[in-house]
């Protein structure tokens, strides 16, 4: 069975095909490089951009692997969460080419493609308790099955990678900060700066962190006016010691935030003995280490994929579309994208499962 998968849902346009469950290509454009310039996502320019990409990828796709639109069984899309104008041009992509190719249409939940992305390298177990940490999302799942997913928990506010971009900002960081404040809080003291663990003092497997960006931003304030270095930073090499201890000292507050909650959903749900990590914010390096060692003092089993299917990709979204296609899974032609913020409808439709590899 090949399934296209389509992701566009943010900032990347990709397009990626999976073969009975294995990722066989994908093709990638990031629009981070121009969003830089505005210190952000700009949606507008976003859906342009994911226009002027999506046919020009799909052609270098399918040529390199010398498909053609006849040979696809399954076309999946993102159909959210995620900026709405974005969106669109990826869903009405996939319902042109499901409609021309007669190829089955899938609609994936970008956040449920996110924690099912490990499938496509190392055997996902379900039930399983899933932490999906991106750039709009921080949600805590009981994760029953590739479409069973009960949510425990979520941010009420920022999401662990807005936390990390934010804070990146005021610190002088290109966007998105993530990575290149992963790479400096390596060189940098943790215990130098005391930075809050926010919302952990209470009952709830909710988190917050806009308190924590305004930690940070009153740190920097605070600094003496001849504490300077180049901004925005692009590279580790120009970054003083002072700013790698906040990038360290920052990175461990959200790292340990997100641990605590973890630990206490295991500690409510006894019989989860895997946690899936996933989503942009799951490449990090301080994260991976210390949820490895959460879980191993906890006799369990951390999944988490490639630093590459961490990110927005299409491979996790053709691998989503293929297990719910599994099940007998699919949609038709009313479709719709939904943006950040509106639930999911449950439409999807089933027939019989597929006996497919
Ligand atoms: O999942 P993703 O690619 O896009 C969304 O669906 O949001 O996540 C992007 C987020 C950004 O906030 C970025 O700063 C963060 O993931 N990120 C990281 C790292 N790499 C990407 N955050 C911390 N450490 C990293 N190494
Ligand atoms: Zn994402």
Not at 41 to 48: F, G, M, N, W
Not at 69 to 95: E, H, I, Q, T, Y
Not at 188 to 210: C, K, M, Q, W
Not at 302 to 331: F, I, Q
Request: charged fraction near 20%; aromatic fraction near 6%; charge should be negative.
């Amino acid at each position: 069975m090949l399934c296209l998968g389509i992701e566009s849902s943010c900032d990347e346009t990709a397009l990626a095909l999976v073969k009975d469950g294995r990722l066989l290509d994908a093709v990638l454009a990031s629009q981070a490089d121009m969003h830089a310039l505005f210190g952000g996502v700009v949606p507008e320019l976003a859906s342009r951009e994911h226009y002027r990409y999506m046919g020009p990828l799909y052609d270098t796709l399918m040529a390199r692997n010398g498909c053609t639109a006849a040979d696809l069984d399954v076309v999946a899309v993102s159909r959210g969460p995620g900026l709405l104008g974005s969106l669109l041009v990826g869903v009405a992509f996939a319902k042109g080419l499901a409609l021309a190719s007669g190829a089955r249409l899938v609609g994936v939940n970008h956040l449920h493609a996110h924690l099912l992305a490990a499938g496509l390298e190392q055997e996902l177990v379900f039930p399983a308790l899933g932490l999906l940490v991106s750039g709009g999302h921080t949600h805590l799942y009981r994760m029953e099955g590739p479409d069973a997913f009960v949510t425990l928990g979520r941010t009420l506010d920022d999401a662990a990678g807005e936390a990390f971009d934010k804070a990146g900002k005021l610190m002088g960081l290109a966007y998105p900060a993530g990575r290149l404040m992963d790479e400096l809080a390596a060189g940098g003291n943790a215990a130098a700066i005391a930075f809050p663990r926010p919302y952990v003092h209470n009952e709830t497997l909710d988190f917050s962190f806009s308190g924590l960006k305004t930690a940070a931003a009153a740190f920097l304030d605070g600094l003496p006016a001849d504490c300077r270095w180049p901004r925005p930073l692009r590279s580790a090499e120009e970054a003083p010691p002072i700013l790698r201890d906040c990038c360290a000292a920052y990175t461990q507050a959200i790292v340990e935030t997100l641990l605590i909650k973890t630990g206490r959903a295991l500690d409510r749900h006894p019989d989860l003995k895997t946690l899936v990590l996933a989503g942009g914010v799951a490449a990090n390096s301080h994260l991976r280490r210390q949820a490895e060692e959460l879980m191993r003092r906890r006799g369990g089993r951390l999944v988490v994929p490639s630093p590459r299917l961490c990110t927005d990709n299409a491979g996790m979204v053709a691998y989503a579309g293929w297990l719910l296609t599994r099940a007998g899974g699919r949609h038709d032609l009313t479709l719709e994208a939904v943006p950040r913020g509106r639930p999911l409808p449950d439409d999807l439709l089933h027939d019989p499962p597929r006996q497919t590899a």
